[in-house]
Structures are given as structure tokens and as C-alpha cells.
């Protein structure tokens, strides 16, 4: 057998053992090895290489017990048998891949052990879920859907594409191997298209420092990716320009990455730069989507409140002032954990693309006039109110005698080449340990607290 990839073919037997069967043969003929995984959930078929007997009694579980519970229940005992069997397998080097067919139940049972394989070994989904909302099968690993057109059934157009997907996971599980090269240190960054110039700027810095950059879209699965990379200890410091799912946790929208967002460098202790690239927007899908209420708001001009059409696939809703300052509130509450140095960087021009008071192609905004996002300080019309009210909702909350925690306040836009390099090396001075709280409050776009009215008005300590 040696060299030829060894591919495990998983689904309810039962129910898709025809469909699963020529699929093995299909990568037999093309040059794999099969083992054929059963994880029926209503009868045992008996002719699986790793039989459904076999995953139960990982659980202490028997076919005739399971088959008697409601399905959910039998299929979560399943899949967790599954998953230790599958985890000593790839632990030994004994699974090039994995390829399953099912609808929904097979779809949610196979993908779940999926998502426990490490990263980079080839996963591919037989799905009739996969033309519609992926994210709770594919989460955050690298696992590729195929819509097969038909339910079920061995037919001319079905077979054409089961071969296609023997094909594709044998050809993945052949893959050469990536040629050896010099491992670096990898830093996460976070992006939006609104955020893009930013990011660019910041990663292209590391680069030529010598490392790597890890750039997510801030989607929300981007998000949860990083959150969890950063857990398993492959990031050694944090970028975390764009912070927009935060906004989508509090307020709504579709980027939503969960609770933990903004959580995991400060639990691990590694470096971190913050700011609040996409904290101006709510994101929804196309305009139909977006909650009546917020129409409503813009129509009464509530300040602040604009709905925007990024594409056609993509509505954004910017936040109002007050809003800003709830979402300051948490952010602080998140930063206050950090165990590692921890910088927030507040840019007072603008936030985003559509968040600067006037049209600057190189920010991101052609015009005319300012961005739909706009909303100018009233004492101070170039800087945003917007940021002002989100500094005012962090500093209610922000532990800022905290030695590892400081805030810093830039007179620049977030695209700003400036900003950028700003944040690139409070990080890199972070990584090289020189970095001190304080360090860079002397530059000329660097705003002292002192300096602010609206620090004035409600502080007599200056901690700046």
C-alpha cells in the first residue's frame, strides 16, 4: 500500500451505502485506499471496514441501544465513538483524507468529526446542505463542499459527480509535499476591504522583519479561526486591526464570532495592538435583509444612522455615537484581562473606508464628499464623534493603571500610512521586548489625554 493515499469514506450507511460504495470504488480505481466508516443511525449494514459496533463501543454504547433513542441522541453518541477512533488513526499517520455523502444528519455527523482533523489534511463534504448556510458544517477548519445536485440515487449525473469528488480528495491526499523552508514566527491580523490599506501596510512591515502574517476576514468564522489559533499557540503576537465582530456580538449583524472575540492573546499572554477598523458598521446581507428599524432610524435622520451598500450581497449599517460608546464599553471589559502587553490605538480621522470626512482615494473613499459614515465632532469637526463616544464608553471601564495596558489616541485616519506603521512597531517592539507604556505618546500625531476637552470635562487625573 505504500504510497498510495489512505482515505476514509464515512456516511449513514443505511440510508446512502450505494452512494458511499462507489465513491470507495471510484478512489480505489484512481489510486487510493479506502476504509469505509459507518455511522448509520437506524440499522447496521455489516460490511463497513470500520463497523458501527466498532464506533459504539468506544461510548460503551450497542447497536440495539441506539436505535431506540431519538435520532439527534444516536447520532451525537456516534459521532463522538467517530471521533476517538478517527483521532487514534490520524494521531498513528493512518488517514491522508476524508470524504463523506449525506444530507442533513449524515452532512452535521461527518463534518464534525472533520473539524477534528488536524488542519491541512484534505476533508471534502458530499452535501445537498452545501448550496445554502455552510458555516455550521465547515466552522473554522478547512473543509470543502460539494453540492451533488440529487439527494440520493445512482444515476448520469450523480455519478459523474461522485467521480469528480474521487477524484478531487485522492488528487488532494496526493499533493506533493511543500518544499522545506525557513519556519517563522507567525503574527494573526485582522481585516475588512474597508480596512485594506491598513493591513497591507502593517503585514508588509512584518514581513520584511522576518515573519509571517496570518490575515483573516473579519467575518465572523475569521474571527473564531484566530481566536483559536492563537489557543493552540501558533500566533506569537496580534494585529488586531480590525475589530468589527465585537460590533456584530452587541448589536447584530451577520459577522458574528461568538463571546470570545478579543479574548484569547490577552488569556495567552501574547502581545497585542488593537484599533477599531469596522467598529463604525453593522454588517447584514443584501437590503432586504436589514431590520426595519434601522430604515426607520435613517429615515428620522437619528444621528449617525446610515445604510450603505457595500455590493450587492452586502449592506452596512453605521453605528451612532452612542452605540460606539456600548461597544467601547466591552472592548475595555475585554482588554482588561490581557496578561501580555496590550496597546488600543483610537484613530480620531476615521475608522474605515467609508468613516473620513473627505474623499481620499488612497483611504479608501473616491467621494464626493465625506464618507456615508461621517459624523464630525461638534467642538472639533475633522476628528469623529464617533470615536470620541467610544473612548468615553472604554475609559468608564478600562483598568488604565494596568502597567501592561495603555490607550493611545491618533490624530490620523485608520488607513493613514502613519497609523499603520504606528501599530507596527508598538508590536514589534512588544515582540522585542523593549516596548514600554508610554513609549510613543511623544509623536506629533499622538493626542495627550490632557489635551481633550472631553477628558477634562469629567477627569482631574492625567494618566497620559
Known sequence: MAGRPKIIVAGILDTKGNEIQFIADRIRAMGGYTTILELSVGKEVGWADISLSEVLKRKGQHTDEIFMMERAKAADLVVEGAVDLISELSE?????????????????MATRIMQTLPIGVPKLMLSTMASGNVRPYVGTRDICMLYPIAEAGLN??????????????????????????????????MMFGATTPAVIRASRYFEEKGYEVLINHAVGSGGRSMEELITEGYIVGMLDITTHEVVAQLLGGVFIAGPDRLSAAGRKGIPQ???TGGLDMIVFGPRDTVPKKFEEEELRGIAGR???????AVSCVSLTPDEACIVGQHVAEKLNSAEGPTVICIPLRGWG?????????????????????????????????????????LRGKLKLKKSNLEVLIVDRHINEPEFADLMAKLLDDMLSGTWKKGSQRNRPDTVRLRQLSWWKKNNH???S
Not at 499517520?93 to 452532512?107: F, K, N, V, Y
Open 273 to 275: 495592538v488593537v484599533s
Open 353 to 393: 473606508a467609508y468613516d473620513i470626512a473627505g474623499p481620499i482615494l488612497s483611504l479608501g473613499w473616491a467621494g464626493p464628499g465625506p464618507g456615508p459614515f461621517w459624523v464630525g465632532d461638534p467642538e472639533k469637526p475633522e476628528w469623529s464623534l464617533r470615536a470620541r463616544r467610544f473612548f468615553e464608553g
Open 306 to 312: 446610515v445604510i450603505h451598500m457595500h455590493n450587492p
Open 461 to 463: 487625573e492625567d494618566l
Open 156 to 189: 448520469a449525473i450523480t455519478r459523474k459527480i461522485f467521480n469528480n469528488a474521487a477524484a478531487a480528495i485522492v488528487g488532494m491526499a496526493s499533493a506533493l509535499p511543500i518544499p522545506p523552508t525557513e519556519e517563522k514566527p507567525l503574527i494573526g491580523c
Open 92 to 108: 498513528r499517520g493512518e488517514i491522508g483524507g476524508m470524504i463523506a455523502c449525506g444530507g442533513s444528519l449524515g452532512t452535521s
